[in-house]
């Protein structure tokens, strides 16, 4: 069974960099699978930020495409997210999870992230 | 781009009680593409349901899921009291790849 577990800073400046990362346990991020990140922001929904694949090959969603970039380091059995130009509109709770088929399967506990000054 | 759309926002049941959760989208959907998903408060997401119809690994039989095409239900047939929560559909888009969420049903007491 996949453990996920994020990490990174729980508070960046606007116009600055959000970066956080995943650490996968056990070996499973060496799978034939998408790792995803999907982001909720404070008493909303879930907004799925992208994706990126085993082989480092990544997609992203329309909205956020031009400021995001989703990779992986098998070596480290990580995956991470960064995010540029940040606005208070980013202020979120972003989850790191494993895909099973056309889904995810496996979730972080989640990273609240707070853009202010 | 496909709009999933669910009903209603808020549900009000008590417990033994049947829950239906409805998730209409814009456009047809393949039923391998339509999951969902239960979210109690301060915790992520769970997968319940995935390919519309099939429960996720150690989810009780009390959640089923159905449908076709534009429109797709999450069925609760009796409601116990951790079943209180918020739920969500979600789709595959295949191109370009990526997912879009339902706005969510929020099952109360």
């Known amino acids: 069974q996949a453990h996920l577990q994020e990490s990174g800073p729980g508070l960046v400046e606007p116009s600055g960099t959000l970066s956080l990362t995943c650490t996968v346990s056990n070996g499973f991020i060496s799978e034939n699978s998408y790792w995803s990140w999907v982001r909720q922001p404070p008493g909303k929904g879930l907004e799925w930020i992208g994706q990126v694949y085993h082989s480092g090959s990544a997609n992203y969603n329309p909205s956020l495409r031009g400021r995001v970039t989703i990779s992986i380091d098998k070596s480290r059995n990580q995956f991470s997210l960064i995010l540029n130009s940040v606005t208070a509109a980013d202020t979120a709770v972003y989850f790191c999870?494993?895909?099973?088929?056309?889904?995810?399967?496996?979730w972080g506990q989640g990273n609240l992230v707070t853009v202010s000054s | 781009e496909i709009v999933l759309t669910q009903s209603p926002g808020t549900l009000s049941l008590s417990p033994g009680e049947r829950a239906t959760l409805s998730c209409r989208a814009s456009?047809?959907?393949?039923?391998?593409?339509l999951a969902w998903y239960q979210q109690r408060p301060g915790q992520a997401p769970r997968l319940l349901i995935y390919?519309?119809?099939n429960r996720a690994t150690g989810i009780p039989d009390r959640f089923s899921g159905s449908g076709s095409g534009t429109d797709f239900t999450l069925t609760i047939s009796r409601l116990e009291p951790e079943d209180f929560a918020v739920y969500y559909c979600?789709?595959?888009?295949?191109?370009?790849?990526?997912?879009?969420f339902g706005q969510g049903t929020k099952l109360e007491i």
């Open positions: 999870a494993r895909h099973g088929g056309y889904n995810q399967d496996y």
């Open positions: 390919g519309a119809s």
């Open positions: 456009q047809s959907v393949s039923n391998a593409y």
């Open positions: 979600q789709q595959y888009i295949r191109s370009p790849p990526g997912y879009t």
